[in-house]
C-alpha cells in the first residue's frame, strides 16, 4: 500500500469520525427529549368517562324545562337524587327519616334518577347492633315506595356516611342487609378521603363502587380557614393509598357557594347560597377581609338571618376550581373508566357557568 493511498484512508476515516460525532451531537439531544416526552404521555393515566353526573340535593326535585334543556346539552345521564335523611330522633331515641324530597315537575327524560340516602354517623353510634336489620328494612322499604309512587325506575343506590371506625362494623352490616334486600340493584357508597388513606383502619365498605367525595376537605368551624370546600394544599396531604384502595372509585367534585356564619368566633350554621355580591350590596354588612363580612346590625341576607356582629365566611367551589381539582384527582384513580358527579344541580347557580366551562370539569378527568 502506498503512503499516498494510506494517508488518504486516514483522512476519510477522521472525515467519517468528525461526522459521525457531528451528528450525535445535532440529533440524540432531540431523540432523547423525543423519548422522554413519549414516556411521560404513555404514562399519563387517561380514564373513559362512562357517565357524567350531577346531585340533586335540595328537598324540592322541581327542574324547569329550561334546566332540563341544559342538563341534555352537557349529556348528563343521572341525577344522584337525596330522597332524604336519616338522623338519630333523641326524643324517639331512635332512627327517623327527614328532609324528604319532594318531586314536583316531571322527570327529565333520558336521565336516570339514583335514589341516595345521607346518614348521619350518630345513627350508627347510638343504633344498637340487634337493630341494624330493622333499619335496613325501614330505609329499603321507604325508598322504594318512593320510586313506585313517583314512577321512577332504578338500578342503583348510593349510600352517603361519614363513618369512622367505631361505626365501621354496623354500617358494613347495614350495607350489607341492603344489597339482600335488593339483590338486583347496584350499591354505591361515598368514600371520603380519610377513609382512602386510613383505610386499614377504617375499612371498606362491601359495595359494588365508591364515589370519591373530593370537596368538603377543610376545617369548617376553623375560624381562619380560607376555604373549607377545597383546599389544595389539605387535599395534597390525603392523596395516599389510592394505588392499594381495593373498590373501584368514582369521583364527585364541587359547584357550589356557601356562607359560614360565626357567632362570638364560632361556627353555627351554613348560609347556602350566599355571593359576595349578595354581600357587598347589603348596607348592613361591612367587609372586614377579601371574604368575610361583618354584620353592623341585625339584616336579612338573601332569606338568611344575620345577627348583629356575626361574621360571615364566603366560600365558592366555582368551575375553574372545580377542573383544578379533578386535574389533580386524576392520577390517582387507578381504574380506567369512571363515572363523575358534580355537586350540585342548583339552576341560579348553573346558569353563571357556560357549557364549555363545565365540560371542562368532567374532561379533566379523562
Not at 353592623?296 to 344575620?306: E, G
Amino acid at each position: 500500500m502506498s503512503l499516498t493511498t494510506k494517508n488518504t484512508k486516514l483522512k476519510t476515516t477522521k472525515k467519517h469520525k468528525e461526522n459521525l460525532v457531528c451528528f450525535v451531537k445535532t440529533f440524540v439531544p432531540f431523540v432523547v427529549i423525543f423519548s422522554f416526552i413519549f414516556i411521560l404521555f404513555s404514562c399519563k393515566k387517561h380514564h373513559h368517562i362512562t357517565h357524567k353526573n350531577f346531585y340533586h340535593w335540595q328537598s324540592e326535585f322541581n327542574i324547569s324545562d329550561s334546566g332540563k334543556q341544559r342538563l341534555k346539552e352537557l349529556n348528563i345521564t343521572r341525577l344522584y337524587t337525596r330522597f332524604f335523611d336519616v338522623v338519630w330522633d333523641k326524643e324517639a331515641n331512635q332512627p327517623m327519616p327527614t328532609s324528604v324530597v319532594k318531586f314536583q315537575s316531571t322527570m327529565p327524560y333520558g336521565i336516570e334518577i339514583i335514589p341516595t340516602i345521607y346518614i348521619k354517623n350518630e345513627v350508627f353510634l347510638k343504633l344498637n347492633d340487634n337493630a341494624i336489620t330493622k333499619l335496613s328494612q325501614n330505609i329499603s322499604h321507604k325508598i322504594n315506595a318512593m320510586a313506585v309512587e313517583n314512577k321512577i325506575p332504578f338500578t342503583a343506590l348510593q349510600f352517603d356516611c361519614d363513618w369512622t371506625e367505631k361505626t365501621s362494623a354496623k354500617y358494613f352490616q347495614f350495607l350489607k342487609n341492603i344489597t339482600q334486600l335488593n339483590p338486583k340493584k347496584r350499591l354505591e357508597a361515598t368514600i371520603r378521603l380519610h377513609q382512602v388513606k386510613y383505610f386499614i383502619k377504617t375499612g371498606v365498605p362491601p359495595v359494588n363502587r365508591g364515589a370519591l367525595m373530593f370537596y368538603n376537605m377543610g376545617e369548617v368551624s376553623d375560624f381562619n380557614t380560607t376555604n373549607s370546600i377545597f383546599d389544595e394544599k389539605t387535599a395534597k396531604e390525603y392523596l395516599h393509598n389510592f394505588d392499594k384502595y381495593p373498590l373501584p372509585l368514582d369521583v364527585a367534585l364541587p359547584l357550589y357557594h356557601w356562607g359560614v356564619v360565626f357567632h362570638n368566633g364560632v361556627a353555627v350554621r351554613l348560609a347556602y347560597g350566599l355571593t359576595n355580591t349578595d354581600c357587598s350590596q347589603n348596607i348592613n354588612l361591612e367587609k372586614i377581609a377579601k371574604n368575610k363580612y361583618v354584620a353592623k346590625c341585625n339584616t336579612i341576607v338573601k332569606n338568611h338571618r344575620i345577627l348583629q356582629g356575626e361574621i360571615i365566611r364566603l366560600e365558592v367551589a366555582d368551575a375553574e376550581l372545580s377542573a383544578q381539582a379533578a386535574a389533580l384527582i386524576s392520577p390517582y384513580i387507578k381504574n380506567d373508566s369512571l363515572s363523575v358527579t358534580i355537586y350540585h344541580w342548583d339552576e341560579k347557580n348553573i346558569i353563571h357557568y357556560s357549557t364549555p366551562q363545565i365540560e371542562k370539569i368532567f374532561n379533566a378527568l379523562r
